[in-house]
């Protein structure tokens, strides 16, 4: 077999989407400071939620859940990958082409659908002009999803993980030039998302061809493996519109609450953090090594790589998890609490940031255990799954939101997010040994959550010790450096003493087995 290097992998998947999110973190800073919650960032959000809903629909879940698994089986055993990969990307760009030409057409029927909320004020017609601009993104970033995936089924993750960059430098200059032209800040910001769009395809574009992934525009046909793509991907895209369906009963019903949209929107993004340098970069390398492994028979190395993937992605989420949960408002004053975001914005954020952090191992353990069935293409046990996370989701987020007000929402996705790992572990037993942790797994899980929870206790304490300078403009930032490495420290110091992790034993497995 071919080797993936399952640990390499994840540590360049990881550096580059830690890149990618601490810079979107600095993006949100900038959007906070220069529009700030209320109507304009209320539509930006809405806006920019719909080519990343039908992304995610029909590229980064449904796409790669199907084609990865398929190319990287192509590829193990050299039936053509590269003929395949053009059929595909053919048929995928034709379909965002139909999809594209209707939404702009219909972008009103859009924004009422996903924001019903705005009917009757400014925002509406905002988000249907933003949404205008914004929405051909779908097409260049999910291209650029597909030629992602060729990359991270040959082994080749660097250039695939860097290209989020691009969208976050794009904007982020944008908005800065906005700012020193006298332009409307926002205005700068929907343009650069297209073009960004653009320079993320060329960037996986270019390297797929030097990585001798050539694959070349035509017309579409309909083949065999089309057929087969197509069979595997449809309740993938559907269990990814499940998902999507939960973001939006979440924005219709903070869309009633002045200012919530831009609340959880900015609490997303800094869960989406650690969610996104643990949970995605497992996930990213995870599938198509599995998928390679079964192909080769190789059970013993699937379970291990299993095994070790999810024990590394709960030694790095719990703490964060942690620590959303413990000291919530000193990162989101730190980060977000300036210019056009006040005081009481930013405790709204900590509260909606509090409540998916008790959510974040939910959020990663997703994508530890959904490659068990994505690598076998049965997507549909999924799906299955997340309609029930669906109907969860609904009942609690518009039952609860009467009672509890806008934070609603956020209860809801963490309930689902934990109904739906249930499931997929429950499911997974049905898979075999392979698709079960083993024991290192079941003794280290505890030490884990004990050696979180000892840090928690501490940064609490720290928090309360610090609190007079945490409240000071000048000192907040180097209060909270203070406060995050006591956090690292604590934690690497109690894994060690409870034996929860070993650093030497993760670097010898890896190089072993991955």
């Not at 996370?389 to 963490?414: E, F, K, Q, R, S």
Request: proline share 5%; with cysteine; glycine share 10%.
């Amino acid at each position: 077999m071919k080797p993936i290097r399952l640990i390499s992998g994840i540590l360049t998947v990881g550096f580059w989407t830690l890149a990618s999110r601490v810079l979107g973190v600095a993006r949100e800073i900038f959007i906070l400071a220069y529009i700030g919650p209320g109507p304009v960032m209320d539509a930006f959000v809405a806006a920019f939620r719909l080519p990343n809903m039908f992304r995610r629909f029909f590229a980064e879940g449904a796409f790669n859940a199907a084609f990865v698994p398929i190319f990287s089986k192509k590829y193990e055993g050299e039936e053509n990958p590269l003929k395949f990969g053009s059929d595909a990307m053919n048929g995928l760009a034709f379909v965002l082409l139909v999809i594209s030409a209707l939404a702009l057409i219909f972008m009103p029927a859009l924004v009422w659908a996903t924001a019903g909320g705005f009917v009757g004020d400014a925002r509406f017609d905002l988000t249907v002009g933003y949404g205008r601009i914004v929405f051909p993104y779908i097409l260049f970033i999910s291209l650029a999803a597909l030629f992602s995936g060729a990359l991270n089924a040959t082994g080749h993750f660097a250039a695939a993980a860097a290209a989020p960059v691009l969208l976050n430098i794009f904007v982020i200059i944008a908005m800065v030039a906005g700012k020193m032209l006298g332009g409307e800040i926002v205005e700068w910001l929907i343009w650069a998302i297209p073009f960004a769009g653009v320079a993320q395809l060329a960037l996986v574009w270019f390297a797929a061809e030097r990585a001798g992934i050539r694959l070349r525009p035509g017309r579409p046909v309909w083949t065999k493996d089309m057929k087969r793509l197509v069979r595997v991907a449809i309740p993938a895209a559907l269990a990814g519109g499940v998902m999507q369906v939960n973001l939006l009963v979440g924005q219709q019903v903070a869309s009633t609450f002045e200012k919530a949209v831009g609340w959880l929107y900015a609490a997303d993004r800094l869960y989406q953090l650690p969610l996104g340098v643990v949970g995605i970069a497992v996930g990213i390398v995870l599938l198509p090594d599995l998928s390679r492994r079964l192909k080769a028979q190789d059970d013993a190395g699937a379970r291990h790589a299993f095994s070790r993937a999810g024990e590394l992605s709960l030694a790095l989420t719990v703490p964060a998890a942690v620590a959303l949960v413990v000291v919530p408002f000193p990162i989101v004053s730190v980060l977000f609490q300036r210019g056009a975001t006040s005081v009481a914005d930013a405790q709204a954020i900590a509260f909606a940031v509090a409540l998916y952090g008790l959510g974040l191992p939910a959020f990663v353990m997703q994508k530890v255990l959904q490659p068990l069935f994505f690598a076998r293409e049965n997507t549909r046990t999924p799906f299955y799954y997340a309609l029930w996370c669906m109907g969860v989701n609904a009942v609690l987020a518009i039952g609860l939101a009467p009672v509890l007000g806008w934070y609603a929402p956020a209860i809801a996705t963490t309930v689902a997010a934990w109904t739906m790992v249930a499931q997929l572990a429950w499911g997974g037993r049905k898979l075999g040994e392979v698709a079960r942790f083993d024991a290192r797994f079941r003794q280290r899980i505890l030490r884990i959550c004990l050696a979180a929870a000892i840090m928690g206790a501490i940064l609490w304490g720290t928090m309360l010790a610090l609190g007079p300078l945490l409240e000071r403009s000048y000192w907040r930032g180097l209060a909270l450096v203070g406060l995050i490495g006591v956090g690292i420290v604590s934690y690497g110091i109690a894994g060690q003493a409870v034996g929860a992790f070993r650093l030497s034993e993760f670097r010898t497995a890896f190089r072993r087995k991955g």
